[in-house]
């Protein structure tokens, strides 16, 4: 069955903008959970969508957002693009809410922000 | 969830049995170990998890101690393939599927 799918792979924004990543997760599966990675920190989880309804969220500022479509696909948002916000975003999704199953990550959306 | 401590870096030999060590002390009872590894520029790869007994399936084995203090991942035939940072995470049963990432250990497998 396909996998993940992000879309953009790759994308160069200008500090200010604001940008939209889209994740498509397994059929089937209808928790989604958006992590960055960068160089200096790592992976670090952003939120969880399950449901429609975010469950979980890390510490990022208000500009980082999401949100879950009812055919489980998600998309998340960050305005005011600033030039730390240049990361690898990946997207994973799981069958269930618990934590008896196994996260299935996306390739990864490479922003650049300039 | 409890946090864990790996070595940064390993190497292996192409075709032995590569282990990579995890502690995690301060695991609580329902908490389960899970390992990731994520090749150059992928997304993470799940491996394996376990709660309390020891787990094997097509890519690994998972060796958890019976205090659960530590484990250890089981390449059983390393391949120059395997190269990558590997992840060692507790998660907790119940609860968001929020994976806390620490540093991993970067393991590299020599021809």
């Known amino acids: 069955k396909a996998g993940v799918t992000q879309t953009p792979r790759y994308l160069i924004k200008t500090r200010g903008q604001q940008v939209t990543l889209s994740c498509s997760p397994i059929?089937?599966?209808?928790?989604v959970s958006w992590y960055q990675q960068t160089p200096g920190q790592g992976l670090q989880f952003l939120f969880e969508?399950?449901?429609?309804?975010?469950?979980n969220k890390g510490n990022f500022p208000g500009r980082f957002s999401g949100r879950q479509f009812s055919n489980s696909r998600s998309e998340m948002n960050v305005s005011t693009l600033e030039l730390g916000d240049s990361a690898l975003y990946l997207c994973?999704?799981?069958?269930?809410?618990?934590?008896?199953?196994?996260?299935?990550f996306g390739q990864g959306t490479r922003l650049t922000v300039v | 969830d409890a946090k864990t401590t790996q070595p940064p870096s390993m190497d292996c030999a192409e075709g032995r049995a590569a282990n990579l060590p995890c502690n995690h002390s301060?695991?609580?009872?329902?908490?389960?170990v899970y390992w990731y590894r994520q090749i150059h520029s992928q997304g993470p790869q799940y491996i394996i998890h376990g709660l309390k007994n020891n787990e094997t399936n097509e890519m690994a084995s998972l060796i958890i101690t019976e205090d659960r203090k530590s484990s250890t991942l089981i390449l059983p035939h390393a391949t120059l393939r395997d190269t990558a940072v590997y992840y060692c995470?507790?998660?907790?049963?119940?609860?968001?599927?929020?994976?806390?990432f620490g540093q991993g250990t970067r393991l590299t497998i020599n021809p």
């Open positions: 995470i507790v998660h907790k049963i119940q609860g968001a599927q929020k994976l806390v």
């Open positions: 059929s089937g599966h209808r928790s």
């Open positions: 301060t695991i609580s009872g329902n908490e389960y």
């Open positions: 969508y399950f449901s429609e309804t975010q469950r």
């Open positions: 994973a999704s799981s069958l269930g809410y618990t934590g008896n199953t196994e996260a299935f």
